[in-house]
């Protein structure tokens, strides 16, 4: 992977923040649709730029996270997940008229993407924070690696 430049991190890192707080405000929903709470129009209208943003953002960090030049392999989140949740939650009325069972599976799900949408998010911002002392690092973990290497040939060799 390529060293990212600080501008590209930080506007991913504001991507990111901006689809979980539109991911907060899907559950906010699948909420109403799981109580009592009357439906009104206003809810419906919110919960469809929700779902028009939500996928909008989605498409971007999609590209953005899996694109081979900039993709860290271990911050993937189930992006599949997301959109099937965004394309097949049609209204709150219909989430509301859900199984019982799938209800549920709708909520774990909005959930097991959520975590791994903050895992990125927080990783991103991270690398964002520091990136000078980010290459520093790096280049340290390099040079250590190199002598750890010389170190267990020297225990190897002793061994024989």
């Known amino acids: 992977m390529a060293l990212l430049k600080t501008e590209y991190l930080q506007e991913t890192v504001k991507e990111l923040h901006l689809m979980v707080d539109l991911w907060q405000k899907v559950r906010d929903f699948l909420k109403i649709a799981r109580s009592n709470e009357p439906i009104t129009k206003e809810h419906e209208a919110e919960f469809l730029r929700v779902k028009s943003e939500g996928s909008k953002y989605h498409r971007i960090l999609k590209r953005k996270l899996t694109d081979k030049e900039t993709r860290i392999k271990k911050l ?6 997301m959109i099937e949740i965004l394309r097949g ?3 709150i009325a219909h989430l509301r008229g859900l199984p019982e069972a799938d209800q549920k599976k709708l909520q774990s799900d909005w959930h097991k993407t959520f975590i791994g949408l903050c895992t990125v998010a927080g ?7 520091d990136q000078i002392n980010l290459a ?3 280049k340290r973990t390099k040079e250590r690696t190199g ?8 225990f190897r060799r002793g061994k024989k």
């Open 136 to 138: 520093r690092a790096a």
């Open 76 to 81: 993937d989140f189930p992006y599949d997940n």
């Open 147 to 154: 002598l750890l290497g010389k170190v267990t040939g020297v």
């Open 123 to 129: 990783a991103y911002e991270f690398l964002s924070s």
């Open 89 to 91: 939650s049609i209204s």
